[in-house]
């Protein structure tokens, strides 16, 4: 096991190259299961999930190829592996071969998926829509059990606006007889991003991007090219990272539209932030203010840049309130920012910010999940002497080559291998 080092207190300037989305992905690599031939995806992060959900692949038959950024999948001899155990517990995205393979065998046995623990994350919108499809769904012994006779077209309204279950459901849907309509689809660009494949493949989508997705089924999906999207939960660490710390700092090959949100929140905060078609530039800014947060769907602030906002938000004067809408429970990295001296407390869905006094202080955190370990990496920045963080392995989940982009910027970070006795204390935590 390894633990981050990070000296604080050093200015950050340059320019930071974002990577591919992680949440674009690991859907678009099980969206490969449904062509019939060959298809390769570019601009692919690499990150633990990408390598987890491309071992699966090769798990039910499939042959994978990666050469740098660009992965080819040959699915020609796939076949309905069921996948109750293993790697499928260990990452959230797993549940995207229960769309793509009942969409392509008409049937799946897929284990509940892992990820992030956010608290509760129920799959119940991902299963009406595959028995609106017309598939039988049964929970056995923590394994999901889905088969069809055939696929049939349906109205699907989520009753919870779910990214993973529009995605789900589009897989399911795009080789299902006639058309589906998804009404209260979620909206956010890698539902775009998805569809985007699909169509390249053959499929009929129309409306990804907003609350209602219609699918005219084919019969076949051939084999294509598709690059990712920059990921916008990467650029927005960064883009945090640089309010905090940074004199001048480029965030390069991004897509500002699709930070709106937090560019807004930034510069309500008194961050000066400037944007060209695919870069965003962060300025020194030596007064940061108080806001409020409330994290929505989108084109809301997202989730997914709640902890990190967090982390920054103790550098600034006043009073804040951070609410998450979307996982209530968001926040186990505040017991560890305060560890490192931070003025915050959890009341509710709602953490109380009380920023702008003294300097956090370097310390032993552990990171619980992904976005906690984004945001004890930004308080690490911030903070006297040094941080050592634990969990890693949520960390290497999301973020490319963290320490090489954060070197780049001139931070003094670096990893250790943990001692045996400080895995020990770690694992008894
Ligand atoms: C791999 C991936 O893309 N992960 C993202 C995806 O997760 P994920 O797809 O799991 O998140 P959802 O959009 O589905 O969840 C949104 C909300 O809906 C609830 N819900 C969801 C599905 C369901 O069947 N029933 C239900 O009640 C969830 O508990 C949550 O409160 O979107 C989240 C919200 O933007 C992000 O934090 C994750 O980074
Ligand atoms: C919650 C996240 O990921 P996952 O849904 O894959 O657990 C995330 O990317 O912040």
């Known amino acids: 096991m390894e633990k981050l080092l990070i000296e604080g207190g050093y200015p950050l300037e340059g320019k930071v190259n974002i990577s591919g989305a992680k949440n674009s992905a690991v859907a678009l690599i099980p969206a490969t299961i449904l062509a019939d031939s060959e298809v390769t995806i570019d601009n ?3 990150i633990s999930d990408v390598q987890l959900l491309s071992e699966l692949l090769e798990e039910i038959g499939g042959k994978t190829d990666l050469n740098g950024d660009s992965l080819t999948v040959y699915p020609e001899n796939m076949f309905a592996m069921p996948l109750p155990n293993g790697r499928v517990k260990k990452l959230r995205a797993s549940y995207y071969l229960m769309g793509a393979m ?97 169509t390249s493949m053959g499929a009929q989508i129309k409306g990804a991007g907003t609350n209602e997705i219609r699918i005219d089924g084919v019969e076949h999906l051939h ?30 090959n991004v897509i500002p539209a699709h930070l709106e949100s937090l560019t807004a929140k930034l ?37 997914d840049l709640q902890q990190p906002f967090t982390a920054l938000l103790t550098k600034a004067s006043g009073t804040s309130l951070v609410t998450d809408t979307i996982y209530s429970a968001r926040f186990k990295h505040i017991d560890e920012l305060r560890r490192m001296g931070a ?63 954060l070197l780049g910027l001139g931070a003094k970070v670096w990893r250790e291998k943990m001692t045996s006795e400080e895995v020990e204390e770690v694992e008894n935590a």
Request: net charge neutral; with cysteine.
């Open 343 to 405: 003025n915050v407390k959890v009341e509710g869905s709602s953490a109380i910010i009380n920023g702008g006094g003294n300097r956090l202080q370097g310390s032993k955190v552990r990171a619980s999940d992904l976005r906690a370990g984004a945001s004890l990496v930004v308080a690490g920045l911030m903070a006297d002497g040094i941080t050592e963080i634990s969990g890693l392995e949520h960390i290497d989940r999301g973020y490319e080559l963290l320490e090489q982009k």
């Open 223 to 252: 084999g294509c090219r598709h690059s990712i999207i920059p990921d916008r939960i990467e650029a927005g660490t960064y883009m945090i990272l640089a309010a905090a710390m940074g004199t001048q700092v480029l965030v390069d």
């Open 102 to 198: 009942l969409g392509k065998f008409k049937k799946a046995v897929i284990g509940l998926p892992g990820g992030c623990n956010l608290g509760p994350r129920p799959i119940d919108q991902h299963i009406k829509g595959f028995e609106a499809l017309g598939a039988r769904v049964t929970n056995e012994q923590g394994a999901i059990y889905l088969r069809a006779d055939e696929l049939r077209g349906a109205k699907i309204y989520l009753d919870v606006v779910s990214v993973g279950a529009t995605i789900n459901i589009m897989l399911a849907a795009v080789k299902a007889k006639g058309r589906t309509i998804i009404e209260n689809a979620a909206k956010e660009p890698e539902i775009i991003d998805v569809a985007t494949l699909l």
């Open 44 to 46: 692919l992060p690499k």
């Open 267 to 303: 510069r309500e905060m008194g961050v000066h932030v400037e944007t060209s078609d695919e870069q965003i530039y962060i300025y020194n800014t030596s007064n940061l203010t108080s806001v409020d947060i409330k994290t929505l769907v989108y084109p809301g602030f997202p989730t």
